[in-house]
């Protein structure tokens, strides 16, 4: 019985060693969610508890703000000004981020569906002087004052 408690108990220790590396390099990735990455965190932190070492709601809050990617920088700020760090649940924590990255993301909605109002097409395929492919005839266009030596032959792929 004191040989197999003894094995276990190494097992679980090499399992904490693995875990605790893996809590501490943990960071958010680009492009995560903030559910996706509280669920991976917790996760971690959840077979550290089941290992038998608990880190606690305030450690696993600090290193949440530590991790955030850049694009949060200044929420994170506002939380550790506007907040006791040591009182704050993580789920408080996790709302109000989802909050905050619902609102970057509608911004950014908005922003793409003004460019493409508002006729900005510079991030498609490079519509400016040199690649000016045929625009300029059709409606609305005052053709006394094109440019076509700026326009590109569909055939050779000339200017002009």
Known sequence: MKQKYQGTT???????QALRKEFEI???????????????TLTIANKMKANGEDKGSTAVVEKILRSMTPKFDYVVCSIEESKDIDTLSIDELQSS???????????????????????????????GRGNYRGRGKGRGRNNRSFDKAIVECYNCHKLG
């Open 26 to 40: 943990l960071h958010m990735k680009t492009g995560e969610t903030v559910n996706e990455y509280f669920a991976r």
């Open 10 to 16: 190494r097992v679980k220790h090499g399992n904490l």
């Open 97 to 127: 981020l989802i909050v905050h990255e619902q609102r970057m993301s509608s911004h950014v909605e908005e922003e793409q569906a003004l460019k493409i109002t508002h006729g900005d097409f510079s991030g498609g395929r490079g519509l």
